[in-house]
Protein backbone atom coordinates (compact mmCIF):
# COMPACT_ATOMS: atom_id res chain seq x y z
CA UNK A 1 0.00 0.00 0.00
CA UNK A 2 1.17 3.60 -1.30
CA UNK A 3 1.12 5.77 1.41
CA UNK A 4 0.21 9.36 0.62
CA UNK A 5 2.32 12.80 1.31
CA UNK A 6 0.44 14.74 3.89
CA UNK A 7 0.10 17.68 1.35
CA UNK A 8 -1.75 14.94 -1.02
CA UNK A 9 -4.07 13.69 1.46
CA UNK A 10 -5.74 17.10 2.21
CA UNK A 11 -4.64 17.32 5.94
CA UNK A 12 -3.93 20.98 6.70
CA UNK A 13 -0.03 22.08 7.80
CA UNK A 14 0.73 23.48 11.49
CA UNK A 15 -0.38 27.22 11.29
CA UNK A 16 1.93 29.75 11.73
CA UNK A 17 1.81 32.32 14.21
CA UNK A 18 2.88 35.82 13.22
CA UNK A 19 3.35 37.20 16.49
CA UNK A 20 3.11 41.26 15.97
CA UNK A 21 3.01 44.12 18.75
CA UNK A 22 0.02 46.69 18.33
CA UNK A 23 2.47 49.11 16.72
CA UNK A 24 3.60 46.71 14.29
CA UNK A 25 -0.02 45.75 13.19
CA UNK A 26 -1.05 49.34 13.26
CA UNK A 27 2.22 50.37 10.53
CA UNK A 28 1.66 47.50 9.04
CA UNK A 29 -2.46 47.98 8.33
CA UNK A 30 -1.88 51.66 7.42
CA UNK A 31 0.96 51.02 4.77
CA UNK A 32 -1.54 48.44 3.70
CA UNK A 33 -4.20 51.11 3.40
CA UNK A 34 -1.62 53.50 1.49
CA UNK A 35 -1.01 51.09 -1.19
CA UNK A 36 -4.38 50.19 -1.62
CA UNK A 37 -6.50 53.62 -1.24
CA UNK A 38 -3.70 56.03 -2.49
CA UNK A 39 -0.84 54.75 -4.37
CA UNK A 40 -2.21 51.93 -6.70
CA UNK A 41 -5.57 54.06 -7.91
CA UNK A 42 -3.21 56.77 -8.88
CA UNK A 43 -0.49 54.29 -10.91
CA UNK A 44 -3.39 52.61 -12.58
CA UNK A 45 -4.65 55.66 -13.24
CA UNK A 46 -1.16 56.67 -15.34
CA UNK A 47 -0.75 53.66 -16.91
CA UNK A 48 -4.27 53.88 -18.65
CA UNK A 49 -3.35 56.75 -19.78
CA UNK A 50 0.10 55.98 -21.01
CA UNK A 51 -1.54 52.85 -22.81
CA UNK A 52 -4.29 55.24 -24.47
CA UNK A 53 -1.50 57.15 -26.43
CA UNK A 54 -0.14 54.05 -28.70
CA UNK A 55 2.72 52.39 -29.22
CA UNK A 56 3.42 50.66 -25.73
CA UNK A 57 6.63 48.87 -26.72
CA UNK A 58 8.52 52.31 -26.36
CA UNK A 59 6.23 54.35 -23.78
CA UNK A 60 8.28 54.70 -20.51
CA UNK A 61 5.51 55.58 -18.18
CA UNK A 62 3.86 52.35 -19.56
CA UNK A 63 6.75 50.53 -19.07
CA UNK A 64 7.51 52.19 -15.73
CA UNK A 65 3.95 52.11 -14.43
CA UNK A 66 3.44 48.50 -15.13
CA UNK A 67 6.31 47.67 -13.80
CA UNK A 68 6.21 49.83 -10.61
CA UNK A 69 2.28 47.72 -10.35
CA UNK A 70 3.36 44.77 -10.28
CA UNK A 71 5.68 45.73 -7.43
CA UNK A 72 3.06 47.41 -5.25
CA UNK A 73 0.33 44.17 -5.66
CA UNK A 74 3.27 42.28 -4.52
CA UNK A 75 3.71 44.47 -1.66
CA UNK A 76 -0.62 44.49 -1.30
CA UNK A 77 -0.26 40.52 -1.11
CA UNK A 78 2.30 39.79 1.05
CA UNK A 79 0.81 42.67 3.50
CA UNK A 80 -2.56 41.28 3.13
CA UNK A 81 -0.77 37.47 4.38
CA UNK A 82 1.32 38.86 7.17
CA UNK A 83 -1.75 40.98 8.82
CA UNK A 84 -4.08 37.75 8.22
CA UNK A 85 -2.00 35.48 10.46
CA UNK A 86 -0.52 37.99 12.81
CA UNK A 87 -1.15 37.70 16.27
CA UNK A 88 -0.85 40.70 18.18
CA UNK A 89 0.71 40.14 21.72
CA UNK A 90 0.59 43.46 23.98
CA UNK A 91 2.51 43.10 26.87
CA UNK A 92 3.03 46.43 28.01
CA UNK A 93 1.18 45.70 30.92
CA UNK A 94 3.42 42.46 32.11
CA UNK A 95 5.80 42.76 35.09
CA UNK A 96 9.43 43.29 34.24
CA UNK A 97 10.53 39.73 35.94
CA UNK A 98 11.17 37.94 32.95
CA UNK A 99 11.47 38.56 28.79
CA UNK A 100 8.70 37.59 26.80
CA UNK A 101 7.54 38.98 23.60
CA UNK A 102 7.62 42.64 23.68
CA UNK A 103 10.53 42.89 26.14
CA UNK A 104 13.03 46.03 25.81
CA UNK A 105 15.97 44.57 27.33
CA UNK A 106 19.71 45.96 28.06
CA UNK A 107 22.52 43.86 27.62
CA UNK A 108 25.72 43.16 28.61
CA UNK A 109 28.30 41.86 26.13
CA UNK A 110 31.81 40.18 27.87
CA UNK A 111 33.51 43.17 26.32
CA UNK A 112 31.93 45.56 28.44
CA UNK A 113 29.51 46.72 25.36
CA UNK A 114 26.51 47.11 26.44
CA UNK A 115 23.07 47.19 23.77
CA UNK A 116 19.38 47.48 23.97
CA UNK A 117 17.20 45.50 21.81
CA UNK A 118 13.11 44.75 22.20
CA UNK A 119 11.91 41.27 20.90
CA UNK A 120 9.07 42.32 18.12
CA UNK A 121 7.64 39.81 15.41
CA UNK A 122 9.41 38.78 12.21
CA UNK A 123 7.64 42.06 10.21
CA UNK A 124 8.67 44.65 12.39
CA UNK A 125 12.36 44.60 12.42
CA UNK A 126 14.25 47.77 11.51
CA UNK A 127 17.74 48.18 10.20
CA UNK A 128 19.60 49.62 13.42
CA UNK A 129 19.22 46.60 15.01
CA UNK A 130 17.26 47.43 18.25
CA UNK A 131 14.42 45.76 17.31
CA UNK A 132 15.24 41.70 16.73
CA UNK A 133 12.65 39.17 15.60
CA UNK A 134 11.53 36.92 18.18
CA UNK A 135 13.12 34.07 16.35
CA UNK A 136 16.57 35.47 16.23
CA UNK A 137 19.43 33.26 17.72
CA UNK A 138 19.65 36.52 20.27
CA UNK A 139 15.88 36.49 21.39
CA UNK A 140 15.62 33.33 21.95
CA UNK A 141 18.07 32.82 24.54
CA UNK A 142 17.10 35.55 26.40
CA UNK A 143 13.09 34.92 26.44
CA UNK A 144 12.67 33.68 29.77
CA UNK A 145 15.45 35.16 31.41
CA UNK A 146 15.23 37.16 34.67
CA UNK A 147 17.29 40.68 35.49
CA UNK A 148 21.10 39.39 36.53
CA UNK A 149 21.28 36.66 34.43
CA UNK A 150 23.80 35.30 32.23
CA UNK A 151 22.78 33.63 28.78
CA UNK A 152 24.29 32.10 25.71
CA UNK A 153 23.76 32.94 22.37
CA UNK A 154 24.94 31.58 19.52
CA UNK A 155 26.88 33.21 16.47
CA UNK A 156 28.59 32.67 13.63
CA UNK A 157 32.21 33.03 15.34
CA UNK A 158 30.37 30.22 18.14
CA UNK A 159 28.88 31.22 21.41
CA UNK A 160 29.05 34.05 23.08
CA UNK A 161 27.74 34.78 26.81
CA UNK A 162 25.52 37.84 27.40
CA UNK A 163 24.23 39.37 30.75
CA UNK A 164 21.03 40.56 31.26
CA UNK A 165 21.01 44.30 33.31
CA UNK A 166 17.63 45.67 32.70
CA UNK A 167 14.10 44.27 31.53
CA UNK A 168 11.08 46.90 30.58
CA UNK A 169 7.87 46.71 28.87
CA UNK A 170 7.16 49.85 26.97
CA UNK A 171 3.92 50.63 25.10
CA UNK A 172 4.56 49.71 21.57
CA UNK A 173 1.58 50.82 20.32
Do not use: C, Q
Amino acid sequence: MKKESPSLSGAKPAAFKNYMTPGGYRRLHEELTRLWKVERPALVATVAWAAGNGDRSENGDYIYGKRKLREIDRRIRFLSKSLDSAVVVDNSTRDADKVFFGATVTIAYASGDERVVTIVGTDELDSGGERISWRSPLATALLKATTGDVVIVRTPVGPERVEVLDIRYDDLK
